[in-house]
């Protein structure tokens, strides 16, 4: 089916240690996003890539990196896990008509013990 | 990108129509009212935006008022399937993208 695919589905990580979070949408988007939700919360906008090739900060960038690999695939990277970063990670896409806004992957649920 | 504010929660009736308020008083005249709903913790599905007009489809309708400080979301026969956490969200493109502010949303209960 089209749409956005996150990997991996669940996560735990000891503190301090790495990882990278992958997604990939099919829909020939040219902007991705990657939103982190804390319980009971609405989504907090990480960074963001508005076409292949660039990117830029959100609301909460500190303790992460991405990168726009292609036109398709946004990963998300944390360097050195913290606690604070437990919490479902969404990945998003959209094209330059606003028609359907927003396709959001599944979600990563992440927990740094 | 506007603030928008909503009721924490809210209940309706199975077969009922479900209206959803949202304020966005500070809106510019370049931002769009879109509404979205997280079912479970799932990725947010996008249901409807407007500028406005009213606007209607499969899912919903939305009627923004006419100062555009307002709106309401109206599911017209809700299921219990539509069960989920509404949000409301202004905001406008910039930059070749859309960049939308998330708030705290609406938890609709769907009641038998």
């Known amino acids: 089916n089209a749409g956005v695919t996150q990997t991996p589905k669940f996560q735990v990580l000891k503190t301090g240690q790495s990882m990278t979070l992958q997604c990939a949408q099919d829909m020939n988007h040219n902007s991705m996003y990657w939103y982190r939700q804390d319980p009971g919360m609405g989504l907090r906008l990480i960074y963001y890539s508005a076409s292949e090739g660039t990117t830029d900060k959100g609301e909460v960038p500190n303790g992460y990196n991405v990168s726009r690999l292609n036109k398709r695939e946004f990963s998300l990277r944390l360097e050195s896990a913290a606690p604070s970063q437990t919490s479902v990670y969404f990945c998003a896409s959209s094209g330059l008509q606003i028609n359907y806004g927003y396709t959001f992957g599944s979600g990563t649920r992440l927990t740094v013990v | 990108d506007a603030k928008t504010t909503q009721p924490p929660s809210m209940d309706c009736a199975e077969g009922r129509a479900a209206n959803l308020p949202c304020n966005h008083s500070t809106i510019s005249g370049n931002e769009y009212v879109y509404w979205y709903r997280q079912i479970h913790s799932q990725g947010p599905q996008y249901i409807i935006h407007?500028?406005?007009?009213?606007e209607t489809n499969e899912m919903a309708s939305l009627i923004i008022t006419e100062d555009r400080k307002s709106s309401t979301l109206i599911l017209p026969h809700a299921t219990l399937r539509d069960t989920a956490v509404y949000y409301c969200i202004a905001g406008a493109r910039r930059d070749s993208n859309y960049q939308l502010i998330w708030g705290a949303g609406t938890k609709l209960i769907i009641k038998p």
């Open positions: 407007g500028l406005k007009n009213n």
